[in-house]
């Protein structure tokens, strides 16, 4: 039995796909697409909606971003544990954490550009430019089959390459008279991803399976982001981005971390029991320590408020061994087949929207009111939603994935 305190590597028996994880990842990437697609609709639930700037509260689509960076922690010692298994050491590690993060934080910033573009300036809407970085991302970042010849495939990721180069140099941004050249700006839902993935990852390298450091980690992050809060972070420390010094984006993907390393100690005991107990012991604490920090800042995603990070650490905690029991336990994983492809080509997911919105703005397509209106609208976002995931699996058979 191998120590909690020193794990240089992994057994590859203990080195596998856990089916709770896969699937709550598809589930949160549907509801992302979904609750992303309610701009287009109207009369519809407020509490389905982002909650406004300065309101103490919480909608549905505030849950689901940080639902996703707890699967991602949640997935790092499993994927770490895999490559090590591979033969990876820790620097090659490092270097594969330091390229995802580059490639999330250039899709990210591509993105983001496009929600302040100047279509007359630019030569193209925001619709059309997500849809051509969409297309360069997947030049440059698809798996390419082996018998692809070599030559072929830099070629394509070059093009890939040019073709953001070329929107970057003529990409203009504002309104008429103050126009303003491609730049960072908020990072995007990738980017923010990108830098909480980066210290994350390079967190649970160095960790080496030791939970005492993971948790030492996370209670850093989460008492940062407390601080942030409190406006207690000292000045010249915001030089670094946001979205590491804030501390909350980082300690939500932490969490995940901590309880996916908490999830191999038991199950390599055959525990589930005891682990089931000692999660739900994990989450109400974080509820209880959501509803004190509450007091002083408030329950916002927008702020990225202390509350918001242990709320949602708690509600996807929850939703994690709700899922376990159902789909690694009584084997009914199956009931999600529909939706399985967005747990495995999740980023696939997040870009085909911009594709399908491309589409039915260069076919010119309108839907008829009742359709974008109360429930029969929401049965199209999520129609919607499954559509992309259906045509993501679909890029899959035909040798398109994208794997950083």
Known sequence: M???EARPAAPLD????????D???ALTMVLMIFVNDLWSLKDIPAWLEHVGRGVDGIGLAD????????????????????????????LQLVWHVIGRSIALLVMGVFLVNGETINAGATGMGAVIWDAVCCVAFILIWNAYPKTMPIWLQRSLKALGVLILLVLAFIFRGGEDGQLVRFAPQWWGILGLIGWAYLVSALVTVFARGRLFVLVTAWVAFSLLSLAWAAK?????????????????MTALTLGGVVMARLFQIFQ?????????????????????LSLYTRQFWGLSKLAA?????????AFTLIAFMALYWLSDIAQKGHWFKPVRPAGTDTL???????FLYAAIDLLHIELPDPLLTGGMGLVKSLLFALICVWIAGGLRKVGIRLKL
């Open 2 to 4: 191998e120590k909690v």
């Open 305 to 313: 408020t202390p509350a918001w990070l242990f709320l949602c650490s």
């Open 232 to 248: 207690l972070v000292p000045a010249p420390l915001h030089i670094i981005p946001e979205p590491i010094i804030d501390g909350t």
């Open 63 to 90: 849950v689901v971003f940080p639902a996703f960076l707890f699967i991602v922690g949640m997935s790092l010692p499993f994927a770490i544990d895999s490559r090590r298994a591979k033969g990876d050491n820790d």
């Open 348 to 354: 696939l997911c997040y870009l085909m929207p911009a």
């Open 268 to 288: 390599n005991k055959k525990e589930n029991l005891r682990m089931t107990l000692v999660f739900t012991v994990i989450a109400a604490l974080l509820i209880c």
């Open 14 to 21: 203990i080195v596998t796909r856990v089916g709770a994880i």
């Open 23 to 25: 699937l709550l990842r």
